[in-house]
């Protein structure tokens, strides 16, 4: 009886079934939550303040507003992998990567977050993988990264023998 794939011991880490969101949880959970507590009490101190005239309220709100945007943007990052490729989505910034174009996933010990390394011979972080508060997390989700790079990246094996 020939050995199925679950029999065979393996030192590559599991391929993630296709679209998987990659994201920094408990970091996005406590950024989203200061944004929340932020705002409400910014909110609460313009209420409360009996002496401030109403121009003077909406300015706490308009602050507490920005200050809990700047929180969320910093909640932003992920990365979107499904079939074709990644979505990179930094703080500001949304980059589409084909699988071909990834060359190589880093996470090095020291690293904020992980960088791939490009075909076209540049570098770009991704701080949708940040080993801040939870590493061992962060270091399983580059590890899965960089096996869906590399089982995605060859179409056909064969094709380059020619």
Do not use: C, H, Y
Not at 7 to 27: E, H, I, N, W
Not at 61 to 81: C, I, K, Q, S, Y
Not at 119 to 133: F, H
């Amino acid at each position: 009886m020939p050995d199925t794939p679950s029999d065979q011991p393996s030192d590559k880490p599991a391929l993630p079934a296709l679209p998987v969101t990659f994201r920094p949880g408990r970091t996005r959970a406590v950024l989203l939550g200061a944004a929340a507590a932020l705002f409400g009490a910014l909110s609460l101190i313009a209420l409360l303040l009996e002496q401030v005239d109403p121009g003077e309220r909406l300015s706490f709100v308009f602050t507490g507003a920005l200050l809990a945007g700047g929180l969320v943007l910093l909640a932003r990052p992920r990365v979107e992998a499904d079939e074709s490729g990644i979505t990179v989505v930094n703080i500001v910034g949304r980059r589409r990567l084909e699988w071909a174009q990834i060359l190589q996933v880093n996470l090095r010990p020291g690293d904020p977050w992980v960088f791939l390394d490009l075909s076209d011979g540049t570098s770009m972080p991704v701080l949708g993988i940040q080993p801040g508060i939870a590493r061992e997390r962060a270091i399983a989700d580059a590890q899965a990264l960089r096996a869906l790079a590399v089982a995605r990246s060859v179409v056909d094996p064969d094709a380059s023998r020619g």
